[in-house]
């Protein structure tokens, strides 16, 4: 017991002398530590006579406490000594120059998508996102492309292990919802969104991609508005003197149908290596929604009629800051992301 005591006293007086923190570790080593003179206290039970093991128990445990306590607020008074050694003698220069955040930011793809929605609000035209999982009936039937239509042969399809579900090769299914969803009112829409094709990854093209489909459905609607529609488009998108071509083509679900150039952003139409010396750039597919869509959709022939139009703005994002693969854009490389 007396043991204890003087244990007590000569670890108290020795923490008063400790002068900074590698003592105190030192000290807390050699009392509280694993090894430490307490824990051998605690160990020297076994030698006490069973009559004195009770009061000799509370003794260490009290001697313990006393000392833990006195521990903690030595840690506390030398971690103020260190404060206050650092705010007198530390000098802080705050004519340093800051370090630069670095600030994160949009993706290409929905900075773009952003410039396109901006140019076609203004147009008056409404945002409607549709699904990316589609079913055979939307992506191909109500489109005009009953099964073994030849022309499904235009979209490569990646279909799910469910029979008929499929993951959309293009945004025109949305059309269908929009008009089920609005007949039989007026629709000014585009419909935005990923779009997936089995086919080869190149630098040309890639298996998931952004389009940006556009449709307007009413009782007057003619080619001049889609015509109207583009070129107001162009020019807003890629500046004022823009011209634009229109080549007849061939979509099931339009007609007629009809393939979009503007010519080229480098030239102006004079021939350089991004039109390949052709003067224009294709931009889109578009035109005039077939009579069996419209049906599909909800909405009679005889009386209304509408346009629509899809394009792919990777492609144009490739023309505008002269990317030359496609893969760049999904492909995670801060190299190339930091640069927009
Ligand atoms: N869906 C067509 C494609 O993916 C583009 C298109 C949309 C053409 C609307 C005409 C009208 O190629």
């Known amino acids: 017991m007396s043991d204890l005591n003087t244990l007590e006293q000569r670890a108290l007086a020795e923490l008063t002398a400790v002068a900074d923190e590698d003592a105190l570790r030192a000290w807390n080593t050699r009392y509280l530590g694993d090894k430490g003179e307490l824990k051998q206290a605690i160990n020297n039970i076994k030698n006490v006579p069973a009559d004195q093991r009770r009061t000799y128990g509370q003794e260490v445990n009290r001697v313990k406490e006393a000392l833990t306590a006195a521990h903690d607020s030595a840690v506390a008074r030398e971690k ?22 670095s600030r994160g930011r949009l993706h290409v793809a929905t900075q773009v998508l952003r410039e396109i929605y901006a140019v076609f609000a203004d ?38 292990t469910t029979r008929g579900v499929l993951l959309r090769t293009h945004t025109s299914p949305g059309q269908i919802h929009v008009m089920r969803q609005f007949k039989p009112k007026p629709i000014r829409v585009i419909l935005p969104g990923m779009c997936y094709r089995y086919e080869a990854i190149t630098t040309r093209s890639e298996i998931m991609f952004h389009q940006v489909e556009g449709l307007a459905v009413g009782k007057h609607i003619r080619m001049s508005d889609l015509k109207g529609t583009i070129v107001a488009f162009a020019r807003r998108m890629f500046g004022e003197q823009r011209q634009v071509r229109i080549r007849s083509s061939y979509f099931p679900f339009t007609e007629p149908s009809i393939e979009v150039d503007m010519d080229c952003i480098v030239c102006s139409g004079k021939g350089c290596s991004l039109c390949k010396r052709t003067g224009w750039l ?59």
């Open 80 to 101: 103020e000594k260190a404060l206050e050694r650092s705010l007198a003698t530390d000098r802080l220069d705050v004519t340093l120059p800051g370090r630069a955040v």
């Open 123 to 160: 147009l008056g035209f409404q945002i409607y996102t549709s699904r990316e999982v589609e079913d055979d009936l939307h992506n191909f039937e109500y489109l005009n492309m009953p099964p073994h239509h030849p022309a499904r042969d235009m979209w490569d399809t990646f279909h799910t």
């Open 282 to 340: 294709e931009i889109m597919g578009a035109g005039m929604v077939h009579p069996a869509v419209l049906k599909h959709g909800g909405y009679d022939p005889d009386t209304f009629g509408g346009f629509a139009f899809g394009m792919g703005p990777q492609r144009i994002t490739m023309l505008k800051y002269a990317i030359d693969d496609i893969r760049q854009f999904w492909g995670n490389d801060l190299r190339f992301l930091q640069q927009f």
